[in-house]
């Protein structure tokens, strides 16, 4: 009683312990089970799996975590520049946000042979570098504007493959991925996910999973709803899902191994520059 009037509140209001920001996402998507996975490009990007069981990456690539839902855990691998990327981008050129994706989705996949590395502030997933760097790769003077706007995207999205292929590895079951954060508005980066992912797309009527996965675990805690499954049966899934095109997936199959090797072809490089742009090299 004493801390309620402290905070203006009113004693024996309910206190609901909550979750982390992407636990929370993955009860508001309803990814509460086996073979559910949430993909979400914000300004940091994040591929989410529901385990049944406590599976940590050995190697440490992933994050192994309790869930949200009582008695599960999950893992989750993350990208630290995902949208950051695009908003880099965009504000580097200057253009209008809608009219740089619109140019991006006239290009063809692959970007005609560039490939963009997201990593402008260091990566988590798979690298545990903070020492790694962006580049574009594969850069000619046919490449313009539009070209440099979809690799950069596409190149985000590859770096959340490396999660979905390290989930793969571990056995972790992957039927149903749902897409939210801001990049769950635009048809663009659900179409990437799909054909890069090789795998359909779903979305959630509410596209910002944390907050609403937010007020249903409240929902629980005050007795609303029995426990955090029945919560979750509230999700709403839109009618679209976005599905992989063939002919895409197979060509981002082969950008995919080529983006695959770029890192461990640089990374030397990479923390020389870093070196040399921090002056820890001199005397």
């Avoid at 994040?46 to 599976?55: D, G, K, R, T």
């Avoid at 599905?243 to 461990?264: F, G, M």
Wanted: charged share 20%; aromatic share 8%.
């Amino acid at each position: 009683e004493d801390v309620a009037a402290e905070l203006g509140l009113p004693p024996g209001i309910p206190v609901a312990a909550g979750g982390g920001d992407n636990a929370a996402a993955a009860v508001g998507t309803g990814i509460v089970g086996p073979g559910l996975v949430n993909s979400s490009v914000g300004t940091s990007g994040v591929l989410f799996a529901h385990a049944s069981e406590f599976n940590p990456d050995p190697s440490g690539r992933l994050h192994a975590f309790c869930h949200a839902v009582p008695g599960a855990y999950h893992l989750m691998g993350v990208t630290l520049s995902a949208g950051g990327s695009l908003s880099w981008w965009r504000e580097t050129l200057g253009g209008d946000y809608d009219e740089l994706v619109e140019a991006g989705s006239g290009v063809q996949p692959g970007s005609e042979g560039l490939i963009f590395l997201p990593y402008l502030s260091g990566e988590r997933t798979p690298h545990l570098d903070p020492g790694a760097r962006g580049a574009f790769f594969g850069l000619t003077a046919r490449h313009g504007e539009a070209h440099m706007t979809r690799a950069v995207m596409e190149g985000v999205i590859f770096s959340l493959r490396d999660s979905l292929e390290i989930m793969r590895t571990l056995g972790v079951p992957i039927e149903d991925v749902r897409a939210t954060g801001g990049g769950a508005r635009s048809g663009l980066w659900r179409q990437l996910q799909a054909d890069i992912y090789a795998t359909p797309i779903r979305r959630t009527v509410a596209d910002e999973g944390p907050a609403y996965g937010a007020a249903l675990l409240a929902g629980v805690a005050s007795g609303v709803y029995s426990d955090v499954d029945e919560a979750s049966s509230v999700v709403e899934l839109r009618e679209e899902i976005t599905e992989p095109d063939q002919e895409r997936a197979k060509i981002y199959e082969d950008y995919y191994e080529v983006y695959r090797s770029l890192y461990p072809a640089t990374n030397s490089a990479m923390s020389s520059l870093t070196d040399l742009a921090t002056g820890s090299t001199r005397e």
